[in-house]
């Protein structure tokens, strides 16, 4: 014999950002709990300490020393990275509050990190 349950819950926000506001559980006139166990992929060329979220970039050399503007992949998606003139290899050029949220604190959040790699080329012609 099949039981019949209605689950009715409530989730807010995007995958950065998950509060549940109702979680209720109603089968055959019971009311219970409802546990969720959510699993998150990390996603490839991110990884984590903390709050905060840490990227290996690389960049010729030539837009090491002009600069530039480059797009990056971070937990929210293609982000425009400022990378400054004169920038050197083993820098550190930083998303600020793109990290990720405080769970006991969700208004507080880390800061997403490119560590500088510069392409230097093996021959000139």
Known sequence: MEASCHVYFFLLGSFKELAVNTLDVYCRNRVG???LVLHVNQKRGIRREGLHLYSDITIDYSQAILGTVIKVETAEGLKDLHVPSGVQPGETIK???M????VNK???RGHHHFIVNVQIPKYIR
């Open 95 to 97: 998303l600020s509050k």
């Open 33 to 35: 709990d409802l546990y």
């Open 99 to 102: 990290g990720v949220p405080d």
């Open 106 to 108: 969700p208004s507080v």
